[in-house]
């Protein structure tokens, strides 16, 4: 339109001043081979555009025309520029890749190398990896200082990993990540019913480098109490295939647990009983010691979790258990085996 109107002004849509007149009537017009509205549209998308087909230009007769065009050839620029960037950064946003990557629906409490272990699983459904990739984990929950300072959202960091204490992933297959139940953990002296009556949510932070785009990528996840099951273990889901001879990964059992015999109690209470074991198998030299076979009393009991389909009666079942026990059947050592 302002090409038009330029035109116009300057009279290049006359009759007699139109391209086949204009050198008989000795006649510049502001652009040469201008006939019309369209041949003005045409003539502004050469030059936003850059295209130049030759046939049509500017003259030194309008100096209007001369400042119109600079300005759309540099707002051409400009314009494909930002077209350009936008559409890269709308293909490699690191939102889009967060979304293929997965969490377990639940984390897990079970015994492993005689501690009990909190445990999460996390996967990648692409085919392009997590370059650099590392998983960190906090507890939030309340907490009331010596001074009497109540902290409703106080973080506090646990100890995850692969093998529990590296945060450090390997991440090309879906895999688990460890909590030791320690004396560092703050779950050491929650117990199956404590663990449901405790208020407190853990986050996961899975971080990483995009492989295709180099862009760095978060993905977090949470769990709550309740979606936390104590005496359930992740079935495998990588498996090897003699047919392809390699590894194959059946995504269908990702959230897939498998109930397991675990000690109901806290990790406190099973590294004293374990502690109370060897005390009573070894004496004060190191060597094994004679154990008589009749029940001795132990500081705690060990509870195995039944295979029941809900918590409270698995609860029930520990309370029980408490009532009517007190100590625990340790077999006697055959003096032919010291």
């Not at 035109?7 to 000795?26: C, S, V, Y």
């Not at 190398?113 to 999460?120: A, K, Y």
């Not at 509870?303 to 029980?320: G, K, V, W, Y």
Request: negative net charge; aromatic residues 10%.
């Amino acid at each position: 339109m302002i090409w038009w109107l330029i035109a116009f002004t300057h009279g290049d849509f006359e009759e007699h001043h139109l391209p086949p007149f204009q050198i008989e009537n000795n006649w510049t017009p502001c652009v040469y081979n201008i006939f019309s509205f369209t041949s003005c549209f045409l003539f502004s998308i050469e030059t936003q555009h850059t295209i130049g087909y030759g046939s049509r230009s500017t003259t030194e007769e309008c100096p209007e025309a001369i400042f119109i065009m600079c300005i759309q050839s540099i707002a051409g620029v400009m314009i494909q520029a930002f077209m350009v960037g936008i559409v890269f950064a709308k293909m490699t946003r690191p939102k889009q890749r967060t979304q293929t990557l997965l969490f377990s629906r639940n984390a897990v409490i079970y015994q492993r190398d005689g501690e009990l272990c909190l445990m999460f699983r996390v996967g990648d459904m692409r085919k392009s990896h997590i370059i650099g990739a590392s998983v960190r984990a906090q507890i939030i929950r309340s907490r009331t200082t010596k001074e009497g300072e109540i902290l409703s959202q106080h973080q506090q960091e646990l100890v995850v990993g692969t093998d529990g204490e590296n945060g450090d992933l390997f991440f090309i297959w879906p895999t688990t990540i460890i909590h030791r139940i320690n004396e560092s953990s703050p779950f050491f002296d929650m117990s199956a019913e404590d663990m449901l009556t405790e208020r407190f949510e853990v986050v996961l932070i899975l971080e990483g480098t995009i492989e295709s785009t180099g862009q760095t990528t978060q993905a977090r996840s949470s769990y709550l109490p309740q979606e936390i099951l104590w005496g359930h273990r992740f079935d495998p889901m990588v498996s090897y295939s003699k047919e392809r001879q390699g590894y194959e990964v059946d995504y269908s059992l990702f959230n897939s647990t498998t109930q397991v015999d675990t000690p109901l109690c806290s990790g406190k209470d099973l590294a004293e009983f374990y502690k109370a074991q060897d005390d009573l198998r070894h004496g004060t030299d190191g060597s094994l010691k004679k154990v008589p076979s009749e029940p001795k009393s132990a500081p705690i009991i060990l509870n195995m979790l039944p295979q029941a389909d809900n918590t409270d009666f698995l609860i029930h079942q520990e309370r029980s258990s408490q009532k009517s026990s007190k100590h625990i059947d340790i077999p006697s050592i055959d003096d032919s085996e010291i």
